[in-house]
Structures are given as C-alpha cells and as structure tokens.
C-alpha cells in the first residue's frame, strides 16, 4: 500500500515506533527522522502524507488562515520588489520555513502547471512541465498549507511572453478539492515522450516513466484547477514533495535588499505578523 493512502493513525504510529515526534511542524528535521531517512530516501513521503492527514481543529485552521494570508501578501510584495523571475522553488523553500517558524503545519509539493488562457484572449495554453527535454525537474513548485490545498506566491513572477500575465492573478490561495483529470501531456512535453518512445518506453508508460508517484501522491494530494473571472484556469498537478535542505536561520538561497530570509522574517515579518493578530 501507497504511504499516501496510509491513515493518520497509521503514520503517527509508525513515527512514535522509530522514536520520532508528531508534535511541531518541522520534524523531518529531528536526528530520529533523519536516521530513518538515510536508509529510506523516500520517506519524507511520510511526513508530507502525515501532513495532509493530520486532523486540524477549526481554532487552528482560522489561527493558520491568518498567518498563511499575511505571510504570503508580506512575502509576495518582496518578492515582486526583488524582481526575481522563475523563484518558485526558492520563494516556496522560504514560505514553508517561516511557516515552521509560526507552528503552521505545510509541504513543499513539486508538480506541473497548466495555464489555460480565456479563449477571447487568442494565447495558447502554456505549460510548465515537470519532465522537459531529457530533465526530470519539477515545472512549479507551490505548497500544501491547510485550509490551503495551494498556496502559490509567485504564479505570476514567472518568465511568461505576450502578456499573458495580464491573465495570472498575483497570488493563489485555494481551499478547492474538485476532482481534476490529469493527463501525461500536463506532466511531460512533447519533446520529453519523443525520447521516451526513442528509448521504447511505450506511450501508456510515459505518465509513469516520469510521475512514478502518479496517482498515490494524488490520494494526499489530489489536482486542483483554479480559475477566476477575467483570469485563466490554472492546472496544479504534483508530482513528487520536497523540502528545503536549509533551516530558516541558514537559507541563503534568496536575498532581499541584502537581508538573508532569516534576517528578513526576524526583522520584518515576526514584529509584523504578532502586531496584526493581536
């Protein structure tokens, strides 16, 4: 069975068998974990399962809206300053360590995107595929914070041309479940199923030759569309999790006005976030 389709209680158990503690956000980081995670890469799927399962009591949920909102609109306004295109995996890396920072329980989730343009705006669908001319990498990253089931602060500071950011709004923050079909040519481009089939792989194994995780993963974390009035459909589908190797103190992946993330969040976003939910 899938670890994605293990129950909470399941996963809490197997965790306090290996001497692991379920009790703050940020125990992949424990000495126990990683002395699990070295003999089984893939168990940080564990902890992003735990995640998804884990009951959240309505007072957290409220509690978790308000920090999830004011963190992404104080970050999202430095990320726009700093200028920075096609830093989703940095500026995701950086959300999920402050949330950490304020007990908000999320992943880092790697996938594919699709953008669906309105049709009056004559812009052909464009796709950031996780598996693109022979490299196996994740197209977007966004992440996985309840009530959120996508929190993506940098969908429109990407490289786009014809004004189609005209069409992306500033910041996605969805609660939708909505079941949506996810196809291999979400997941892989055109170029990357002609070297599939080169190398034999037939075309009903491409999905799996470069999502293995495709579809347990979607049993944590199911593909979500987002789409407004005015704007475009936004197709997340993920692919793999992912988490940032730096705490928050150590990050030096971003830099903001010569500020560190660390010295950005201490300085800045700490003061803030406790002033306005006081």
């Avoid at 070295?38 to 009591?57: I, S």
């Avoid at 470069?210 to 692919?239: H, Q, R, T």
Wanted: hydrophobic letters at 40%; proline letters at 8%; a negative charge.
């Amino acid at each position: 069975m899938s670890v994605f389709s293990s129950t909470y209680e399941a996963l809490a158990d197997d965790f306090r068998c290996r001497g692991i503690s379920v009790d703050s956000p940020g125990f992949c980081d424990s000495p126990s974990f990683f002395e699990v995670e070295r003999g089984d890469p893939d168990y940080l799927n564990h902890y992003a399962a735990f995640v998804a399962k884990r009951p959240y009591d309505p007072s957290y949920l409220a509690r978790a809206k308000v920090i999830i909102d004011h963190v992404v609109s104080l970050l999202h306004a430095e990320l726009v300053e700093h200028g920075g295109l096609g830093a989703c995996v940095g500026i995701s890396e950086i959300l999920f360590r402050i949330l950490e920072q304020e007990k908000i329980w999320s992943c880092c989730i790697k996938g594919s995107l699709t953008i669906t343009f309105p049709q009056r705006a004559g812009i052909d669908t464009t796709y950031f595929w996780s598996a693109d001319h022979g490299n196996f990498i994740a197209g977007h990253t966004w992440l996985y914070a309840p009530p959120y089931t996508v929190v993506d602060i940098s969908v429109r500071q990407q490289p786009y041309q014809d004004k189609q950011e005209k069409y992306i709004p500033d910041c996605i923050l969805t609660t939708d479940t909505r079941p949506v079909i996810v196809n291999v040519e979400d997941i892989a481009s055109p170029a990357a199923r002609i070297e599939l089939s080169a190398y034999g792989v037939p075309p009903h194994q491409h999905l799996k030759a470069v999502a293995p995780l495709i579809p347990d993963i979607f049993d944590s974390f199911p593909p979500v569309a987002v789409s407004g009035l005015n704007c475009a459909s936004l197709k997340y589908s993920p692919v793999a999790i992912h988490i940032p190797v730096d705490t928050l103190p150590d990050m030096e992946n971003m830099m903001f006005h010569g500020l560190t993330p660390w010295q950005l969040y201490h300085l800045q976003f700490a003061e803030r976030i406790l002033c306005d939910n006081a």
